[in-house]
């Protein structure tokens, strides 16, 4: 086994005993982005020399000793949407041409600390405002889309082209090209990460999380993040706590939500049934189903809209007026279109997302974790604008993949996607786990103990 | 067309109300656009949002920069 296939716990493992050097891990995961990034073109810019320097230093610190924990030496990639000091986040937009940034996010200072090593930035749709990411391909099949807007961070991720990576998630964009790629994505609670330096598409329902090859590495990338940061107004201060799994979980008695609506309305066959494949998983390590009602649903577009439309206009206000020709059409209009949204349809989204966090707090008083298909379908040919389901309704492809995961960033509940299978044309399917408002604990654990029953997944491979 | 329906010039007259005067060869995509955002977030108005206060996030004290990351 290559350095670059390791898992970031495995990698840790062989880093602390000094068996493996931050260095080779680098050189490895440096050669593997040289193979398949030709296919995969999952980054937006690759810092060959700045990750092996940065390595050295991890290297020398682990002969002296000096061990920062689990992330020390692992290489990472970033969304193009995190500031690194002195490196240009771009936000895969030609409008940001000449940016650099003048200090860390919070988050890339925290992996900093904790001795990642930032290996490049990675390609997000324009600005985060759509499902696609053009620019780059799905790990398993080059002529499907990656997903988004986080499709940089999971192709990278699926494809051992980075051992973990960070996204945002603003309607799903950690979970949708995590489920696609077939990868682990959490989205965390709203607040329990800080978004201060990570450029925003909706202040409301932003959220920075997570990519990893397992739950067990996401957990250990989320203890290095989750922390109270006032420069971020949503940031919430929490105990901290270690989120990593007990190895050996045991389910006994963890109440399963299964959706009766919404969650298996208009979603492929093949989904739904690896979904309830993998929630039967559950039931037979010991956890008890119980049927839920998911309230509000009529709501849910509107609220997301509602919010995610002005923020959005507002934040690219002035360039929308000096460049507007710099953006791709499909954000462009977007954009314009949102200047035409008043404040009373903006105030009664506000006003009716907190009605539906509190309608989502009965129902999670019922049950420990919801489980639920992350998106309605595989990952679809690139082109692809609409899906029709057996009714007849016409949707489109990104509508439909932000549906279901809309709802964890309108109420802030916690979500994690966890691969459950592919469907007849190999491409991998996703679990959703929804949980209580800072409860990642618990969606790690359910995560974890599922994915234990189930064969180590591969790498995509290099076509 | 219903009476909430954007044309064009309506589109134009209202993004330059807004401060962003839009060429004439984006009208109509616009006004498409943002009658399908219309449409999607009007259903809030059904809701009975009694008292409830709009979700903010602001704070009356200014954050202080020492925090630890």
């Known amino acids: ?463 | 067309m219903s009476s909430a329906e954007l044309t064009p010039s309506e589109a134009a007259r209202w993004a330059a109300r807004a401060g962003l005067p839009l060429p004439d060869d984006r009208h109509a995509a616009v006004a498409a656009t943002a009658d399908h955002i219309h449409s999607v977030v009007a259903v809030l108005r059904e809701l009975n949002l009694r008292d409830t206060p709009p979700a903010g996030a602001f704070r009356a004290e200014k954050e202080k920069h020492d925090a630890a990351v």
């Open chain 1, 1 to 463: 086994m290559q350095p670059y296939e390791l898992s970031l716990a495995a990698a840790a493992r062989e880093i602390r005993e000094r068996r493996l050097s931050p260095v080779e891990l680098v050189d490895s995961v440096l050669d593997r982005i040289e193979q398949v990034e030709p296919h995969i073109a999952a980054y937006v810019s690759v810092l060959a020399d700045q990750a092996r320097r940065t390595a050295r230093d991890a290297e020398r610190e682990a002969v002296q000793g000096s061990y920062r924990g689990p992330l020390h030496g692992i290489p990472v990639g970033l969304k193009d949407l995190i500031d690194v000091v002195g490196v240009s986040t771009t936000a895969s937009s030609r409008t940001r041409a000449g940016h650099r940034a003048a200090s860390d996010s919070t988050v890339a200072a925290s992996l900093r600390a904790a001795g990642a090593i930032l290996i490049g930035k990675t390609h997000t749709h324009e600005f985060a405002y759509g499902l696609i990411t053009p620019q780059t391909n799905n790990a398993w099949d080059h002529r499907r889309i990656a997903g988004g807007s986080s499709g940089g961070s999971a192709v990278a991720v699926a494809s051992g082209a980075a051992t973990f990576a960070l996204g945002t998630d603003t309607g799903g964009s950690i979970r949708v090209p995590a489920t696609l790629n077939g990868v682990v994505g959490l989205k965390p609670t709203y607040g329990l990460v800080p978004r201060h330096g990570v450029t925003s598409l909706s202040w409301s329902l932003d959220h920075v999380g997570p990519i990893a090859r397992t739950v067990d590495d996401t957990a250990l990338v989320l203890t290095a993040l989750a922390g109270y940061d006032p420069r971020d107004p949503a940031s919430v201060a929490v105990p901290g706590v270690g989120y990593r799994p007990h190895p050996d979980p045991d389910l006994t008695g963890v109440r399963v939500g299964v959706p009766r609506n919404y969650y298996f309305a208009h979603v492929d066959a093949e989904v739904a049934a690896a979904v309830r494949r993998a929630i039967a998983q559950l039931e037979a390590l010991g956890a008890r189903l119980i049927d839920v009602d998911i309230p509000m649903t009529r709501y849910i577009q509107a609220v997301h809209w509602g919010l995610m439309v002005p923020e959005a206009t507002a934040y690219h206000q002035a360039t929308l007026r000096t460049v507007p020709e710099l953006y791709r059409a499909d954000v462009r209009i977007l954009l314009e279109a949102g200047e035409l949204m008043g404040a009373g349809d903006y105030l009664r989204a506000q006003r009716a997302r907190t009605l539906m966090r509190d309608e989502w707090a009965r129902v999670l008083e019922e049950v420990d974790v919801i489980a639920a298909p992350a998106v309605p379908m595989a990952a679809v040919p690139a082109g692809q604008e609409t899906v029709t389901w057996p009714d007849g309704t016409v949707e489109s492809v990104s509508d439909a993949y932000v549906r279901l995961s809309s709802p964890a960033n309108i109420t802030g509940v916690p979500a994690l996607s966890v691969p459950v299978g592919q469907d007849a044309a190999g491409m991998p399917i996703g679990m959703q786990l929804l949980g209580r408002p800072f409860a990642e604990r618990t969606l790690l654990l359910v995560g974890h103990a599922y994915e234990r029953t189930q064969p180590a997944r591969s790498l995509a491979p290099v076509t």
